[in-house]
């Protein structure tokens, strides 16, 4: 079974002040390429992320961006432009999808939801290869959180979907299979700057060392 990884960091992040896919602890590497490798840990065989559109991204970030594609180039993560950049997340799926044709499961998370782990990977990997067909996310206090799995038996419905409401809408009458998980914080989200300096460890604006 080969597993591909999607860690979607494509949106302009005007409520955080800076593109999210920058977020990182203070002093640390951004947080994108730490998720990308709990990916790879868990199982991914190769990992993917989509980045916003360079006419997007405020000019005082675009250098920083720069330097983020060169350090994800040395990580061997791919990283695309969302093609379908005005449908948010799903845009990003659908891009990956329509890239990797030979994959059979596809793993993804926002890079505002930064709790994925290793070891959370590989659950969902577990449960989908117990469940063949079927898609697969945490769940805690019966609430589901990411990353969400998506196995090839579901890649159509995806990719056709045409309404709002994004991939758990489009999932929506197709079998979805639920890990209990017991940290809370598979469903959060940091999308705002007090959500980020609330983080431990806190989040802020990588500053390329």
Do not use: Y
Request: net charge neutral; aromatic share 4%; glycine share 8%.
């Amino acid at each position: 079974m080969r597993v591909a990884g999607l860690v979607a960091a494509a949106g302009a992040s005007s409520r955080m002040g800076f593109p999210k896919a920058l977020l990182a602890p203070r002093g640390g590497p951004p947080l994108l390429l730490s998720l990308a490798r709990a990916f790879r840990e868990g199982g991914a065989e190769t990992v993917f992320t989509t980045l916003p559109p360079d006419d997007v991204v405020a000019s005082p970030h675009r250098p920083t961006l720069m330097a983020l594609r060169r350090a994800l180039d040395d990580a061997d993560v791919i990283a695309l432009h969302n093609e379908d950049w005005e449908s948010g997340l799903i845009g990003s799926v659908r891009t990956v999808l329509r890239r990797a044709p030979d994959v059979d499961v596809l793993v993804f998370t926002p890079v505002d939801a930064p709790a994925c782990t290793p070891s959370l990977v590989r659950a969902l990997i577990q449960e989908a290869t117990r469940h063949t067909g079927h898609a697969a996310h945490p769940l805690h206090d019966a609430r589901p959180g990411h990353p969400l799995l998506l196995p090839r038996a579901l890649f159509a419905p995806v990719l056709a979907f045409t309404s709002e409401g994004g991939v758990r809408a489009a999932l929506s009458g197709h079998p979805v299979r639920g890990v209990a998980w017991e940290d809370a914080r598979v469903l959060a989200s940091v999308d705002v700057p007090s959500a980020a300096e609330a983080w431990d460890p806190p989040l802020t604006c990588w500053q390329p060392g």
